[in-house]
């Protein structure tokens, strides 16, 4: 993850890389716990959380939103990220 973001962009190689690479990850902990239901349903929400996100700010962009608004949005969508990053964090506090 640190040297996807050492340059501070990130490229749809890196996108994509990053997207696989967490599907293989999160592959393995399904099989190794086949009847934990929440797995099989966090992977495609979290699919979906992306896609919404996607959408929300290519719709907000077609609006030409001002520089305040920009700053605005993204960090709004990046506290909704953050607060995703809080309760992983919390939650596995406890593994």
Do not use: H, W
């Amino acid at each position: 993850m640190k040297q996807v973001y050492a340059d501070q962009i990130m490229t749809s190689a890196e996108f994509m890389a990053l997207r696989d690479d967490a599907d293989v990850l999160f592959d393995k902990l399904k099989v190794q716990f086949p009847d934990n239901g929440a797995l099989a349903l966090f992977q495609p929400l979290s699919d979906v959380a992306v896609q919404a996100m996607q959408l929300g700010i290519l719709e907000f962009k077609k609006g030409k939103p001002s520089a305040e608004a920009k700053a605005l949005a993204k960090q709004s969508f990046g506290f909704q990220v953050a607060y995703i990053k809080a309760c992983l964090d919390r939650f596995t506090q406890a593994l």
